[in-house]
């Protein structure tokens, strides 16, 4: 069962040269040069994933919901982060409140939980987890899939549909999940549906980013009994007060940090 677990927060924290259409006013050249042309930002995201599969021992079904918002400020040039993250989890009758503040610097991640920082190592997904993940996000599904940009009142939107493994592709944790899953045969993912949509400014500069996914999970387990999880997550994350003066400083107590392995274990 924790390994049934440490898999589902694994996807839930995960949680694609294109053809854009013509005579809409923007030319991939000049959406990708507003993309690439983004240093600091805000951003605040919300994100959602709710559950179930039966418990193969018990044969009970097992509902788990968690909800999302984080809120930050980004500057890729310093590769530094700053914000707070809070979650609520449900499972089973069971409520549990998250509220972590978060800072990033280069390949490493802090957290505060119960008022102490704690490190998150450098092949940890929440390294990869950040706002201006988001804007890297962009520019890798321009370049890999057929998107065809239309006309909105106040701007542009795109949507594209993308499989699992396609996002995790676009945000570079390829690498990481199968790793972390070890043989890709002990859990396979099938996308039932799956989709990201872009709002753009005139200029082509990302303002808005939604992500659906409706997943099966096939999750081989340790006595050979295979699980089938039921998952939806959404999410989305907004920009504002782009390329402004963003300031970041490392918090107090980072020095100190420990291994975030000692507070979620």
């Not at 839930?12 to 993309?35: D, F, H, Q």
């Not at 096939?218 to 007060?241: C, F, P, Q, T």
Request: proline share 2%.
């Amino acid at each position: 069962m924790r390994r049934l677990v440490a898999v589902l927060l694994m996807v839930a924290i995960v949680l694609a040269s294109g053809c854009i259409g013509s005579g809409v006013g923007l030319t991939e050249e000049k959406v990708l040069n507003a993309v690439q042309g983004i240093d600091t930002a805000k951003y605040a995201q919300n994100f959602s994933m709710s559950m179930y599969f039966i418990e193969p021992h018990t044969n009970r079904t097992v509902n788990l919901t968690v909800l999302g918002h984080v809120t930050g400020v980004f500057n890729r040039t310093a590769k530094a982060e700053i914000g707070n993250m809070s979650m609520r989890v449900h499972a089973s009758g069971m409520n549990i409140t998250l509220n972590w503040p978060y800072f990033i610097n280069g390949s490493t991640a802090y957290f505060k939980i119960d008022g102490r920082w704690y490190r998150a190592e450098q092949d940890n997904l929440y390294t990869e987890a950040s706002g201006s993940l988001n804007i890297k996000y962009i520019e890798n599904l321009l370049k890999t899939k057929n998107v065809t940009i239309e006309k909105l009142a106040d701007g542009y939107a795109f949507r594209v549909n993308v499989t699992f493994w396609e996002y995790v592709k676009a945000t570079n944790q390829t690498s990481y999940l199968r790793d972390k899953w070890g043989n890709e045969s002990r859990v396979n993912v099938t996308t039932r549906s799956g989709w990201v949509e872009v709002h753009l400014r005139k200029d082509g500069t990302p303002t808005f980013i939604e992500t659906y996914m409706n997943l099966v999970l096939a999750i081989s387990g340790l006595n050979g009994e295979e699980i089938d999880v039921h998952m939806v997550i959404h999410n989305s994350v907004s920009l504002s007060d782009i390329n402004g003066h963003v300031e970041i400083n490392a918090p107090e107590g980072i020095n100190k940090a420990k291994n975030l392995e000692e507070a979620l274990w």
